[in-house]
């Protein structure tokens, strides 16, 4: 009787039909947070592994068979980008040799930073457009086994597929669909598990609820980048099977341990999608949110053009340059670095600007702080800039992200539509990471280094910086 009684306090039923049961506290909250907390970082997992690591490994693999072959593929390309290096220096001059292998280095470097960024930028703009759909689609779901789950099932098993294929990838072309086909699958997982905070948990505890969830997808990213940077060199590619079966597990503990409430009594109301889509452009017209926006564009333009080959730089950029190997290793330790100032810049931006009562001045600061630290590598090519970018990078981020959200928020040009508002607010950050690497594989391409992509991002981000400028109604 007693046990009946705490199951009826810590949950209550739905009161419409088709809808989640709520987790009032006891061990069904803590349960449902542990889980929530666990599916998030095996997804943000893939995300760091992946992005930070082995698409950059694959993608140099694929073109280094391209572009050195037969006597030339056993070339060491940390001594050949030392050589370069020296030669631009004028501390030593090229052989006859030593200059057609330089040539095929400048060419192999413009290729694969090329091809990286085609790699990363069609995937984000292919998730970019289904995320929307997916979420009206999950509300309007109706099975035995959820609105939600249905969703997140089907993006973790087809997903996981993906990336066991993506392992497989022979070419840059099949490669790039592969990984466009796994990121839009996956990508059903966050956004619909985010959902069931809204769907399940009282209001009392949904910032709870998402501060820890936030921890976990930080610490997700940070542990599947460290883990693709220690387990590439034993391994290989086959690591992406340990993050296709990573992400599978979490899902399926949070769907089978957090059983939903079926939906097949669902009552959804007609749906028309031309509304739909022509909904999103009714907030750019607006002066105040869509200065925000296009400053949230080019601010994320700039963070993702310098931050998108990491590894590269790490031994095509810096002086003296790194292996593979040893590049591979190191990529991850930059994001680590910046995850001290970046947690508490997070913890302590929203709550000043809430207490000074103003959201302009902390923005400002963090888009001149980011550009301050594109500065540093641009003057001084060496490991520790790299370091020390990231950290002030990462301050930087920590500072805009709760802020620039806020600032949102007091811009909304219709508060009765504030998710659909949200949600153009996000697809900002979106278009600026897709078209980020575009760029700087351009750049890349046309001046046959990494330099220029700092001067690029310090630009667009101080740009940014001055976009908010423009901003009328908000402090």
């Known amino acids: 009787m007693i046990s009946d009684q705490a199951v009826s306090t810590d949950m209550t039923e739905p009161a419409t039909p088709g809808t989640s049961m709520a987790y009032r506290g006891g061990k069904p909250f803590r349960r449902y947070l542990l889980w929530y907390t666990l599916a998030f970082a095996a997804i943000t997992a893939v995300w760091g592994g992946m992005l930070g690591v082995l698409l950059p490994n694959q993608v140099q693999m694929i073109e280094f068979a391209n572009w050195f072959t037969g006597a030339d593929a056993g070339v060491d390309l940390a001594a050949l980008n030392d050589l370069k290096a020296a030669v631009e220096a004028g501390t030593a001059t090229a052989s006859a040799e030593q200059q057609r292998l330089l040539d095929l280095l400048a060419g192999f470097d413009a290729a694969r930073a090329q091809a990286l960024s085609l790699v990363t930028a069609v995937a984000v703009i292919a998730t970019m457009l289904v995320q929307p759909v997916v979420g009206v689609l999950s509300d309007r779901t109706r099975s035995r086994f959820g609105r939600r789950a249905p969703w997140m099932v089907f993006g973790a098993v087809v997903g996981a597929g993906f990336l066991v294929a993506v392992r497989h990838a022979p070419t840059i072309a099949i490669l790039a669909l592969l990984w466009t086909c796994a990121q839009t699958t996956l990508n059903l997982i966050p956004g619909t598990l985010q959902t069931t905070v809204a769907d399940r948990v009282p209001e009392e505890k949904v910032g709870t609820t998402?501060?820890?969830?936030?921890?976990?997808?930080?610490?997700?990213?940070?542990?599947?980048?460290?883990?693709?940077?220690?387990?590439?060199?034993?391994?290989?590619?086959?690591?992406?099977?340990?993050?296709?079966?990573?992400?599978?597990?979490?899902?399926?503990?949070?769907?089978?341990?957090?059983?939903?409430?079926?939906?097949?009594?669902?009552?959804?109301?007609?749906?028309?999608?031309?509304?739909?889509?022509?909904?999103?452009?009714?907030?750019?017209?607006?002066?105040?949110?869509?200065?925000?926006?296009?400053?949230?564009?080019?601010?994320s333009f700039g963070y993702a053009a310098s931050t998108t080959f990491a590894?590269?730089?790490?031994?095509?950029?810096?002086?003296?340059?790194?292996?593979?190997?040893?590049?591979?290793?190191?990529?991850?330790?930059?994001?680590?670095?910046?995850?001290?100032?970046?947690?508490?810049?997070?913890?302590?931006?929203?709550?000043?600007?809430?207490?000074?009562?103003?959201?302009?001045?902390?923005?400002?600061?963090?888009?001149?702080?980011?550009?301050?630290?594109?500065?540093?590598?641009?003057?001084?090519?060496?490991?520790?800039?790299?370091f020390v970018q990231s950290i002030l990078a990462g301050i930087?981020?920590?500072?805009?992200?709760?802020?620039?959200?806020?600032?949102?928020?007091?811009?909304?040009?219709?508060?009765?539509?504030?998710?659909?508002?949200?949600?153009?607010?996000?697809?900002?950050?979106?278009?600026?990471?897709?078209?980020?690497?575009v760029l700087a594989g351009q750049v890349v391409a046309i001046t046959g280094g990494y330099r220029a992509v700092w001067a690029v991002a310090l630009v667009l981000t101080a740009i940014s910086a001055v976009g908010i400028l423009r901003v009328r109604k908000a402090k």
């Open 396 to 437: 930087a981020f920590g500072i805009y992200l709760p802020v620039d959200q806020a600032l949102f928020i007091d811009v909304l040009p219709d508060r009765d539509a504030a998710g659909r508002d949200l949600g153009i607010a996000g697809l900002g950050s979106n278009l600026g990471q897709a078209l980020g690497p």
């Open 311 to 386: 590894l590269f730089m790490l031994q095509s950029y810096i002086s003296p340059a790194l292996s593979l190997t040893d590049a591979t290793r190191m990529a991850p330790l930059l994001t680590v670095a910046s995850l001290p100032g970046t947690i508490v810049a997070l913890l302590l931006a929203g709550k000043i600007s809430d207490r000074i009562g103003r959201r302009k001045p902390l923005v400002i600061a963090a888009s001149v702080l980011m550009a301050i630290s594109m500065l540093i590598p641009l003057l001084w090519p060496a490991l520790p800039a790299l």
């Open 210 to 299: 998402s501060g820890i969830g936030g921890l976990g997808n930080f610490a997700g990213g940070i542990v599947g980048g460290v883990g693709a940077g220690v387990l590439l060199p034993l391994v290989g590619l086959d690591i992406i099977y340990v993050y296709a079966a990573l992400v599978v597990a979490g899902v399926a503990g949070f769907v089978l341990l957090l059983r939903d409430r079926p939906s097949t009594d669902l009552v959804v109301a007609p749906h028309h999608w031309g509304t739909f889509f022509r909904g999103f452009l009714i907030p750019l017209r607006d002066h105040d949110f869509r200065w925000v926006w296009l400053s949230r564009i080019l601010l």
